[in-house]
């Protein structure tokens, strides 16, 4: 069955070759985490490109920082994926333990214009320092 993109990352699927993205959703859905994970400048030819999100680790976890991530995923959203309707966005931050663990949760829902689909995007990042 033909398909619309490939599944990054890059897999065999026995029946296609490599895997295959075969709805618009999967599609649109691939390419706004690809969005929010890419950090700018990591996009070959497009240097402005991407949200970044594992740039904002190692920063303070504020009103300010999340109201600066919001607004990093708004512009970009608008301009890269001009056909991705977000119709709620929240990020939490919290202490997941005692032995002090940050996390970050991105959770946005959104539909895909004039195809009336409706998804949602939840990343996690625990934020431990053990882990770097």
Known sequence: ?????PILPITIDAIDGIA????????AKQNF???????????IMDP?????????FFE???PQTISKIKTRIRE???????????????????????RDV??????????IVNLNMFDWIKLDFDL???LF
């Open 128 to 130: 431990n320092p053990d």
């Open 48 to 56: 402005l490109f991407g949200i970044g999100l594992k740039t904002f």
């Open 102 to 111: 940050n996390a970050l949760t991105v959770h946005i829902k959104y539909e």
């Open 33 to 43: 985490k690809m969005l929010l994970l890419t950090v700018p400048g990591e996009r």
């Open 60 to 62: 303070n976890v504020t």
């Open 76 to 98: 970009q959203t608008a301009k890269y994926l001009p056909y991705i309707n977000m119709l709620k966005l929240d990020i939490n931050s919290d202490v997941r333990d005692s």
């Open 1 to 5: 069955m033909a398909g619309y993109s």
């Open 20 to 27: 295959l993205n075969k709805s618009y959703s999967a599609v």
